[in-house]
């Protein structure tokens, strides 16, 4: 095949994606705030979040963080984000459940949490609310999915929510408008290598 053939072939085939893609961005024509869901087993999830927070200030939007498992304040994005203007930051845990080991406590601590968390989810002026590592106390039943899915549901119409966490409730999902799982494939720390700051806090 010459060259003016494959050039030919690249051009019909990219006019035809372009009429997809075309077609696609003419059926989205609605705006509103949007539920995304961050899981899976896989490394990224908080910092898929911190991406999406980076992109909504760059749009002069208001940013709220509440973290629902970390009880520290020394990860590299907290640093960063608490220097921002227009970024509330929540850390609401103590720390993972193995380290607590109470179960009376931890329910306590993620209740008081998410009475933080609604503050946000009423605040309008909030483009977008973080909630990381929330799956964790609806997963040990910390927290009712239902209450709290009747709280994402009344939220300001065009507020954005992401939430972080493995093994996100069926029923959140569900509520969702995007799900994005991931997938572990390979891990540093399986094979010896400590959490190393700049990547893993």
């Not at 077609?23 to 024509?29: L, T």
Request: hydrophobic share 40%; net charge positive; aromatic share 6%.
């Amino acid at each position: 095949m010459s060259s003016s053939d494959r050039e030919q072939r690249h051009q019909n085939r990219m006019q035809r994606k372009k009429t997809v893609v075309d077609a696609a961005i003419a059926r989205a024509d609605r705006h509103q705030g949007l539920l995304l869901v961050l899981t899976g087993n896989g490394k990224g999830k908080s910092s898929s979040a911190f991406g999406m927070a980076a992109r909504a200030l760059g749009h002069d939007m208001k940013v709220g963080v509440a973290q629902f498992i970390k009880g520290c304040s020394n990860t590299g994005e907290e640093g960063f984000f608490r220097r921002q203007p227009g970024v509330v930051w929540h850390v609401l845990g103590e720390g993972f459940t193995w380290e607590t080991q109470n179960l009376a406590r931890d329910t306590a601590t993620a209740q008081h949490g998410w009475s933080i968390a609604q503050t946000m989810l009423h605040d309008a002026s909030l483009g977008l609310v973080i909630l990381d590592e929330l799956t964790y106390p609806l997963k040990y039943g910390w927290l009712k999915i239902e209450s709290v899915l009747a709280d994402l549901q009344a939220r300001p119409p065009m507020q954005h929510v992401v939430i972080t966490g493995r093994a996100a409730p069926e029923a959140l999902c569900e509520a969702a408008d995007t799900v994005t799982e991931l997938r572990d494939v390979k891990h540093a720390f399986r094979a010896g290598v400590q959490a190393q700051k700049g990547i893993d806090l």
